[in-house]
């Protein structure tokens, strides 16, 4: 497949070429990753139109269910729904989205719905990167909702909280004990917190978790100035609270939008992809470096070892780029 193939293949709407493009996306080959962009260059017009919502929970919180719960509730209503997720973990369980993807099995039997999993052994920078241009081929492919996933609560969430425009964080009951493990910055990246599983004899827990989470809510600095957080209870099992959700999700557009904050996240979600891109190439450039890759091993026994402390043996190694760039331009 040329260029051509594959962007007419996308915005048809087929899946096989979405497929194929992702594959494409997370490939390291430098012909790959040359096509890669060019594609994603040639999408760009296409994109930018779908409601990105980001999604975490703490353990326990039947994240898999409230997600394909919520998706199949958003395809009832005439939406077409992308799931992705983010799981720098992956590198350390082997393919632990895989077997969410394989619980959600309604939602990837739905025809508008796409569930991918992030590749396994990725650096958390480089499955960010390839999340975030996999989410532009989706929209680009005619999917007007993409919800990102996250993999457990830590720092995946700042990495996903750039690139959507609404993060819900899901909780259940017993909220007062959980928010010991939860990192305030979590919260605060928060546009709204759900607590899940508020069904049967846990509707009564679950409201008085949402009023505990409410209190702790207030002392948090919201991320829009004209959005309050708010604190909702809902079921993945009954399908209760779902309606409120995405009403609130859509309020939270139109305050986004009316009051310009909406264009100025998605220019400042570009930038931060820029940086996040510039990060990434200059590790891989690191690690390809033919005198870093011979010395990199015995400085690292050195500091191990305690012979050369850390920020020597930085220093000496990251040299080896300084002196390279010095004799390119010398050239």
Request: include cysteine.
């Amino acid at each position: 497949m040329d260029l051509s193939d594959y962007k007419d293949g996308i915005l048809s709407g087929d899946r096989r070429a979405l497929s194929k493009s992702i594959t494409l996306v997370e490939s390291s080959h430098p012909d790959h990753r040359a096509l890669a962009q060019a594609l994603i260059e040639a999408l760009l017009a296409h994109t930018g139109n779908a409601v990105r919502l980001g999604i975490s929970g703490v353990p326990g919180a039947g994240k898999s269910t409230f997600i394909e719960s919520f998706g199949m509730h958003l395809i009832d209503q005439g939406h077409a729904v992308a799931v992705l997720a983010v799981d720098p973990s992956s590198k350390r369980s082997g393919g632990s989205i895989l077997g969410d993807k394989t619980r959600m099995e309604r939602l990837s039997a739905a025809r508008q719905a796409f569930i991918r999993p992030s590749p396994s052994g990725g650096t958390l920078g480089g499955v960010a990167r390839m999340t975030r241009e996999t989410m532009l081929l989706c929209e680009a492919a005619g999917f007007d909702v993409i919800i990102v996933e996250t993999v457990g609560v830590g720092q995946s969430e700042s990495t996903v909280a750039a690139m959507v425009d609404f993060f819900l964080l899901l909780m259940i009951t017993g909220a007062g004990d959980s928010l010991q493990g939860i990192k305030k910055g979590i919260l605060e990246l928060a546009d709204a917190v759900a607590i899940n599983k508020a069904d049967g004899d846990n509707v009564l827990p679950a409201e008085k978790a949402r009023r505990e989470l409410e209190n702790a809510m207030r002392l948090m600095n919201p991320a829009v100035v004209a959005w309050k957080p708010p604190v909702v209870t809902c079921s993945a099992v009954t399908q209760a609270g779902l309606d409120t959700l995405w009403e609130m999700i859509l309020t939270h557009r139109r305050c986004l939008t009316d009051s310009g904050d909406l264009r100025q996240r998605r220019r400042d979600q570009a930038l931060h992809w820029m940086w996040a891109l510039i990060e990434e190439g200059l590790q891989e450039r690191f690690h390809r470096h033919p005198e870093v890759h011979e010395r990199l091993p015995r400085m690292m026994a050195d500091v191990r070892k305690g012979r050369v402390s850390p920020t020597n043996a930085a220093r000496s190694l990251l040299f080896l780029l300084d002196k390279d760039c010095g004799d390119k331009k010398g050239m």
